[in-house]
C-alpha cells in the first residue's frame, strides 16, 4: 500500500476530534477513517460520518469475522476500526487519519507497519484540570463514567513517549497546523 495511515490519539476529553474536524478542514485531501460503535449518537453526530452505529450483534458478527483492525471496549460500548475500510483508503495512496484511543493506535501499528508507513500522534492536554474541565463541560456522562474516564485517563497519558509525535492541544488550529505540518514532513520522507 502507498499510503499512509496517521493516528491522532490521546485521553478522552483531550479535542482529539475536534483538532481532526479542523485538519481535515484545513487539508482536505485527508481521508478520514470511520469508526463502528455500539454507543448511541450524541447531539448533532451523524451515522456514516462520524461513526458507524451499529448494535451490539452487528458488532459481535464482524468482531468474529475478523473484520476489525482493532476493536476495544469502553464504559460499556465498543469501537472498533473496520479494516477494509482503512485499507481502501490506503491502496488509493491516501493519507488516512484514525482517531483512536491510545491501545488502537499501537494495534494499527501493529497490523500496517509491515505495509505502509504508520505515524502515531498523542494530543496532550495544557493540564490534568483543563481535561477534567472539557470532560465536565461536555455533560455526556455520569458522574460514575466520569470517574472510569478519569482512571483510564491516568494509563493514556502514561503511554505518551511511546508515540512517535506529542502534540499539545492548547488552542485548536494551531494543533491542526503542528499535525498538518508533522503529516506533511512524513509524506515528504523527511
Known sequence: ??????????PSGVGKGTIVK?????????ALSVSCTTRAPR?????????FF?????????RENGEFLEFDEHFGNFYGTLKEYVSNLARQGRTVILEIDVVG???????YGGTCKVVNI???????????????????????QLRA??????FEYGQAEKFDYVVLNDEVARAAAEIRDIIQREQNNE
Request: proline share 4%; glycine share 6%; hydrophobic share 35%.
Open 122 to 144: 498523542f494530543i496532550k492536554p495544557p493540564s490534568f484540570e483543563a481535561l477534567e474541565e472539557r470532560l465536565q463541560r461536555r455533560g455526556s456522562e455520569s458522574e460514575e
Open 149 to 154: 474516564r478519569r482512571l483510564r485517563v491516568k
Open 43 to 51: 447531539a448533532g453526530e451523524k451515522n456514516g460520518v462520524d461513526y
Open 22 to 30: 479542523e485538519l481535515l478542514r484545513i487539508d482536505p485531501a485527508l
Open 54 to 62: 451499529i448494535t451490539h450483534e452487528e458488532f459481535a458478527r464482524k
Open 105 to 111: 493506535a499501537f494495534k494499527a501499528e501493529a497490523y
Open 1 to 10: 500500500m502507498k499510503g499512509i495511515v496517521v493516528c491522532i490519539s490521546g
